[in-house]
């Protein structure tokens, strides 16, 4: 019998068990299968009759180590006229999977959540686009109309996430199921895009990446992207937006500094605003002893001005608890003037925070880089400062 004559359900099961399993660790587990489907016509039309066999923009594997683990890239996945798939519908061997990158695909959490379950002995780097959005869209229709196990998932090797959250303001529940069951000891690098607005973060975005928190955190950015129309560049339509939101305290940003104590890294979206009580308690290590890497927005000139206040007090503190001279420097009397008064009782570890990038508005960014800055230049000797403006 000649190839092309083989009955269509044989070479489907051919192709299904080429990718689920691959044999010796290959560059790329859909290597083969994709080859198969270039025998003859036939097989071709075969090959893309069945939803679990795709046409894949970019993907890419890699073998780590020396088991079976995957590195994968996918940054979009069609089927037929550019209509989204379901990740889950396809036959990949997710529990090998050691990095995986689907950015470029929009997905529910349930279906997020699914992929964590499916990879959670194996993954230690995801980069993940979260769409919070009705189950009619196609991507995660069909995993939604199934039961879905609400079972905590831990996992212990994943130690760097980044997500982007496109949100349609309703999903509240949702986002803060995904971040409350899955569970992520040994998380170190967590960087969250914000897509839809300021409110975003203000309505209930912080308090739901509170259980990702950790003293293992070492960076955090949370990033602030502006909203894209209808049908934006990532796919998603990010929805009605709602017309009040909570402003943020500053009970709240302490209380999620105060679940991160060894971050060293931290960027903040302007909607975060660090208030003059907080300021104080970085200054003197009550709160990120360990910070030495600062971006954030400020309300006003004066809440800038503050910020660098900040840091030049802080690192004169940090250099005394390590023994070294204080810094010469007129912008500094006041400063040494009151740890002599002993304002600053707290000896626990304190480091230096050697980058500063403030955001500051629009209408105030001249007179501050022309005036304020120039008075903290004594004192912030050795730190690096970037001063940009917002509207």
Known sequence: MAAQDLPADVLLNIFHLCLEDPGPIPDDPLRSSRSLSQVCTSWRRIFFSDLRWIAIGHASTTALGDGREYRMTITHLVQGANRPVNPLDIPL??????SLDLHGLPIHPRVALRLFQNSYTTLAEAYLQIHVQTTSTPTTASTLAQPFPMLQTTLRRLTKVH??????ARGSDELKDFFTIAHLPKLKHLRVEAVGG???WRRHLLS???PWCSRHVEQLDLIQVPPVPAVGRLGADVGPQPTTTRHLTYQDVEDLFQSIPNVRFLRLPRCILLHSTTLRKLENGILLPFLQVLEVGTSSAENGDDI????ARRNLEAGCRAGLPPMVGP??????AGFQAGEHANDGPLYPIFSVDLSIPEADAEFFSRDCLSQHLGGLEGVEVEIGAWV
């Open 93 to 98: 061997p997710w529990s090998y999977i050691a």
């Open 163 to 168: 997500l982007i959250i496109i949100d349609d």
């Open 198 to 200: 300021l409110s975003l």
């Open 208 to 210: 739901s990446i509170l």
């Open 308 to 311: 660098l206040s900040m840091v």
């Open 331 to 336: 912008s500094n009397a006041v400063i040494q």
